[in-house]
């Protein structure tokens, strides 16, 4: 795993015109780069790595996606302040470009050892800079409110699932904490995503569970994911000439537990459940372990006892009130009732 090894992330292993070469074959497959705004890294190398990358993307033309967030220990004898990278990241940034895990449990993200949101970033937001979800081993509830209540949106959601995000490492290598921490004896192996297994469909219901409204969520995975990757109008968009790549999501109604990646827990009363998925015209319906698994540990408390039976339920009147649900996207489902926590849409800050 190339987590392990810190000196793969170093700048000695970028070669700027290399990349932009493999960019310009692949048009179809690369939309961006993603390059590290990290401590452990910035201990070593300061921001080299990422100025790199964001030199590629210029001359490539694709932006630059910024993971922020610990991931490895200081450099050995190094100590850094978390709170000192935004600040060095930020000014290389230009519009279009994305700044990911803004929800994230390790310190030198968005939010800071006081709890406060990063100044910078409602700057970097103001300029036209993105925010990704990324969930992966990057959701902490806690963090999660303290950036919706300042008012910063996330524009996409990244499921970033990855194996090591769903299921406990081998080696036990991720119980100190960070990538290449001691492994504690003591404590449990741990999937870095947290105590339960999380899909993307997953993922939107946590942000339903903390108050972001169904319309928003639903654009984040749509149309704001096809404007990122420059695409808006081919796909993300339910219109003729669009690629037919559409999923279908019952709602589920009850009481429903989900848990973040430090195992903290908030309930939601309405649970989305993908039904159909439509790729390039071709229909599939989901199938996947994960999901099941995924599902099966977003724990349903029926209202009635009946947990997901409730699924069957008949469909009455829509609901007009301030939340609009694509047709399409409520089949097999009632129509959505407000989460526990309602957030109005927050307006960037000017
Ligand atoms: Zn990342």
Same mark, same amino acid.
């Given at each position: 795993?190339?987590h392990?090894?810190?000196?793969?992330?170093?700048?000695?292993?970028?070669?700027?015109?290399?990349?932009?070469?493999?960019?310009?074959k692949?048009?179809?497959? *690369?939309?961006?780069?993603?390059?590290?705004g990290?401590?452990?890294?910035?201990?070593r190398?300061?921001?080299?790595?990422?100025?790199?990358?964001?030199?590629?993307?210029?001359?490539?033309?694709?932006?630059?996606?910024?993971?922020?967030?610990?991931?490895?220990?200081?450099?050995?004898?190094?100590?850094?302040?978390?709170?000192? *990278?935004?600040?060095? !990241?930020?000014p290389?940034?230009?519009?279009?470009?994305?700044?990911?895990?803004?929800?994230?449990?390790?310190?030198?993200?968005?939010?800071?050892?006081?709890?406060?949101?990063?100044?910078l970033?409602?700057?970097?937001?103001?300029? %036209?800079?993105?925010?990704?979800i990324?969930?992966?081993?990057?959701m902490s509830?806690?963090?999660?409110?303290?950036?919706?209540?300042?008012?910063i949106?996330?524009?996409?959601?990244g499921?970033d699932?990855?194996?090591?995000?769903?299921?406990?490492?081998?080696?036990?290598?991720?119980?100190g904490?960070?990538?290449?921490?001691?492994p504690?004896?003591?404590?449990?192996?741990?999937?870095?995503?947290?105590?339960?297994?999380?899909?993307?469909?997953?993922?939107? #219901? @946590?942000?339903?569970?903390?108050?972001?409204?169904?319309?928003? !969520?639903?654009?984040?995975?749509?149309? #704001?994911?096809?404007?990122?990757?420059?695409?808006?109008?081919?796909?993300?968009?339910?219109?003729? %000439?669009?690629?037919?790549?559409?999923?279908?999501?019952?709602?589920?109604h %009850?009481?429903?537990?989900?848990?973040?990646?430090?195992? @903290?827990?908030?309930?939601?009363?309405?649970?989305?459940?993908? @039904?159909?998925?439509?790729?390039?015209?071709?229909?599939?319906?989901?199938?996947?372990?994960?999901?099941?698994?995924?599902?099966?540990?977003?724990?349903?408390?029926?209202?009635?006892?009946?947990?997901?039976?409730?699924?069957?339920?008949?469909?009455?009147?829509?609901?007009t009130?301030g939340?609009?649900l694509?047709?399409?996207?409520a089949?097999?489902?009632?129509?959505?009732?407000?989460? *526990?926590?309602?957030?109005?849409?927050?307006?960037?800050?000017?």
């Open positions: 795993m190339g392990r090894y810190t000196a793969l992330y170093g700048p000695s292993g970028i070669d700027v015109r290399e990349t932009v070469r493999a960019i310009d692949h048009r179809g497959l *690369v939309k961006g780069i993603k390059a590290h990290e401590v452990g890294g910035y201990s190398w300061g921001v080299e790595t990422l100025r790199l990358g964001t030199e590629a993307s210029r001359q490539a033309g694709v932006p630059v996606y910024v993971h922020l967030g610990r991931l490895w220990s200081d450099a050995a004898g190094a100590s850094i302040d978390p709170d000192t *990278v935004v600040p060095e !990241v930020v290389l940034l230009a519009p279009g470009d994305i700044l990911a895990h803004p929800f994230t449990k390790n310190p030198g993200a968005f939010v800071s050892r006081e709890g406060r949101v990063h100044p970033i409602f700057e970097a937001v103001k300029t %036209g800079v993105h925010i990704d990324g969930r992966g081993g990057h509830y806690r963090a999660a409110r303290a950036v919706l209540d300042a008012g949106m996330p524009f996409t959601v499921g699932v990855h194996g090591y995000t769903i299921g406990p490492l081998e080696d036990r290598a991720w119980d904490g960070y990538f290449d921490e001691t504690s004896a003591a404590a449990p192996p741990a999937a870095i995503g947290g105590a339960k297994v999380y899909s993307l469909t997953q993922v939107l #219901n @946590e942000l339903l569970a903390l108050g972001i409204q169904l319309e928003d !969520v639903v654009r984040m995975v749509t149309c #704001n994911a096809a404007a990122m990757l420059g695409m808006t109008g081919e796909i993300g968009t339910l219109a003729p %000439g669009a690629v037919a790549d559409v999923t279908v999501l019952a709602t589920d %009850g009481r429903f537990t989900l848990s973040d990646s430090l195992g @903290e827990e908030i309930t939601s009363s309405m649970r989305l459940r993908p @039904e159909i998925t439509v790729r390039a015209g071709k229909v599939s319906r989901p199938d996947s372990p994960l999901l099941g698994r995924s599902l099966s540990a977003l724990f349903c408390h029926g209202a009635d006892g009946r947990g997901d039976a409730a699924r069957n339920i008949p469909r009455p009147a829509r609901r009130r939340v609009s694509e047709p399409d996207l089949v097999q489902g009632r129509a959505p009732e407000p989460p *526990v926590t309602r957030r109005s849409r927050p307006s960037r800050r000017s």
